[in-house]
């Protein structure tokens, strides 16, 4: 089962009877609000093959939709809508009693200097903490103008042999998360991380992830204007919750 299969699974029970009350797609950060006023959030990524202004067929009729409608967007093409279907999950999962751990996210990791940590996505506020520790530190990124960068193919080959794997959870949006976890071989430790991560550690029961690290909304009224004046993770991160849940 894929992963976008185990998420509407594990979430449609709690959709029943929920409505999007509000959906925003922010340049940044797309966010969606259910009608109890539960929120989640979930990176925006333009779909490339857009042959037009418009980029949700469905704009302007949203508003009202049941959850379990909008949740089951993770299954489509559309980037866009995969971003909503997440931020509904991630609402859905708001709530939920979880085994929380606080602590920053790479500290709870344990990188030592013998390890080989790949980072798949560049997160460029941790990567010093990363590299102080000595390891043997590596990026798949798409942009070869950053450091540390090899290409997806080298990429996919060094998961199968990293004893650290950080995997941006925008891999869910893209479509390229479930060949990632694919692709993880021998680590011993492995997180999902980004305000998108959803929560929900048995989506992840059967893989190599060991940790989840993300957010949940604390201020929702400042998150929609954050997202709606296109602010990142920088400006809406104090007004989200950081944490972690182990798989």
Known sequence: MKLYEK????ATPWADGRTVKELRF????????????????ACTLLTDNASSCTHVMSAGQIAGSSAETILS??????????????????????EK??????????????????DHVVMVGYFAPVVPAIKATGCRFEV???NPEKP????????????????????????????TCDGL???????????ILGPSTPMCSE????????????????????VKTVISEGGGTRLLKKYLRFNNVMV
């Open 7 to 10: 998420l509407i699974q594990l």
């Open 26 to 41: 922010g340049l940044g950060y797309s966010c969606a609000e259910l009608d109890d006023g539960r929120m989640g959030v």
């Open 73 to 94: 967007w993770l299954g489509n093409d559309n980037n866009l809508e995969r971003a909503a279907g997440l931020a509904v999950f991630n609402a859905l999962n708001a």
């Open 97 to 114: 009693s979880r085994n929380f751990i606080d602590g920053e996210a790479i500290s709870l990791l344990k990188i030592k200097p013998d």
């Open 140 to 142: 798949v990124e798409l």
């Open 148 to 175: 540390d960068v090899i290409s997806p193919d080298e990429g996919f080959k060094a998961l199968g042999q990293c004893d650290v794997a950080i995997i941006t959870a925008t891999s869910i949006i893209n479509g």
């Open 181 to 191: 976890l694919q692709a993880l071989g021998r680590n011993r430790a492995a997180v």
């Open 203 to 222: 989506a992840f029961a059967g893989t190599r992830i060991t940790q989840l690290s993300g957010s949940y909304v604390v201020d929702k009224n400042a």
